[in-house]
């Protein structure tokens, strides 16, 4: 693609998805909603002013990670600590309860097959595509509404994290079946070495940032180091541990959360991120579906797949944080946080398509569950806050 041409669809993204944006917050939605919007109305299933492309996709992750450097860096330790226990069932949960309906979900469409035959692990790895939480969107909303480092907002971090960690776990179990080349115990132990390594490490560069931050205090050199941290982590996380890379950029923004300048650092991240890399992200969420391309029963399929993705993770997570303790609309706002789906189910869909486990009109489904769950889930929440509200937080400023 000519740079004339990328900067084109660069104008038109950061136009259309503002706009878009401004007209989400004239109903009372968030704000990207709307820009989640734009992409499907710019993109390739209306108009098609813009169309993917690698440039875009790598903007896009760019975006996604400065989003989850930002939500680290606006983690409270104190409350990541006392919901550490029920973030992880509430995490086991959310990924068991969407594995088992989308397993059978997929068996009710094309009957009920023997475990352990091909047909059981196509539908089982249906299943696990509905195990990945992407709380992108839900990190977002929570910004807008100033409710982020509130007791649900890190909860729901906490929770995605860890159900990072498992659906990567149940994916390379399913795809094992396919490729005798994958090992679930290397990747356990990938997993494990990466949080050693980002403990031991982070506990080094938490005390070299805190040295600089005390000598040159609101200094932009401060900020500027700690997203080289982010892209670092989200790099070595990937390449060296095949653990997600925003969970790389997260964990960074929670080693740099305790300094007196984390405030300040996220402002500067959050200039990037709202001017040009955030848009992108969004709306390249919107820009990945095609909608001239289905028919009547990748349609129905799609409908099943995403009311099932949605009630699974409500029912799954908000379920059990009822029996955990917490109350029924913190429960629901626990459950309608966790339902959105984004790169992380594309990645497992993408790897079930190089494996032979799924087909290329299921990619659909998975893409438009991507895009109701992202436009569902901050609306809904925005609703939740309103009828049952929190106390703001300083994200909000």
């Known amino acids: 693609m000519e740079t004339t041409e990328i900067l084109r669809q660069l104008a038109v993204i950061v136009v259309a998805a503002k706009l878009f944006g401004l007209v989400a917050r004239r109903i009372h939605a968030p704000q990207v909603a709307g820009e989640i919007v734009a992409g499907l109305i710019i993109g390739p299933s209306l108009l098609g002013f813009v169309t993917s492309s690698d440039v875009l996709s790598g903007m896009a992750e760019i975006g996604v990670i400065m989003l989850m450097f930002s939500a680290g860096l606006g983690t409270d330790m104190k409350e990541l600590k006392e919901t550490g226990v029920k973030a992880t069932v509430i995490a086991c949960f959310g990924v068991f309860i969407p594995l088992i309906c989308g397993t059978v979900l997929y068996m009710c469409f094309y009957g009920f ?10 539908a089982l790895f249906i299943g696990t595509i509905l195990t990945a939480t992407s709380v992108s969107i839900t990190v977002e909303a929570l910004k807008e509404l100033g409710v982020l480092s509130g007791t649900i907002g890190t909860t729901i971090m906490s929770a995605a994290i860890i159900d990072d960690v498992i659906g990567i776990i149940v994916l390379t179990v399913v795809i094992s079946f396919k490729d005798p080349n994958a090992d679930i115990i290397s990747v356990i132990l990938h997993t494990i070495l990466f949080f050693v390594f980002a403990a031991g490490v982070g506990f080094i560069i938490y005390h070299i940032f805190k040295i600089v931050d005390r000598r040159y205090p609101h200094t932009r050199r401060i900020p500027i180091m700690g997203m080289a941290l982010a892209f670092i982590l989200a790099y070595v996380a990937d390449r060296y541990f095949s653990v997600a890379d925003i969970t790389g950029a997260y964990i960074a923004g929670v080693i740099l959360s305790s300094l007196d300048d984390s405030s300040y650092i996220s402002r500067k991240m959050d200039v990037n991120s709202y001017m040009i890399f955030g848009p992108v992200f969004f709306f390249f969420l919107g820009l990945q579906t095609n909608v001239r391309n289905l028919d009547a029963t990748i349609i129905l399929f799609s409908i099943g797949f995403v009311i099932v993705g949605l009630l699974s993770k409500i029912i799954g997570c908000g379920g059990v944080s009822r029996i955990m ?30 494996a ?33 509200p929190e106390d703001k937080d300083h994200a909000a400023a």
């Open 113 to 122: 097959a023997p475990i352990g035959s091909e047909a059981f692990f196509k």
């Open 356 to 388: 032979g486990m799924m087909g290329e009109a299921y990619f659909t489904a998975v893409i438009l569950l991507i895009i109701v769950s992202s436009i569902a889930t901050p609306v809904v929440l925005k609703f939740l806050y309103d009828v049952f």
């Open 325 to 354: 303790g917490f109350d029924w609309s913190d429960s629901a706002k626990i459950g309608v946080g966790m339902m959105t789906r984004g790169e992380v189910a594309l990645i497992v869909a993408q790897r079930g398509l190089a």
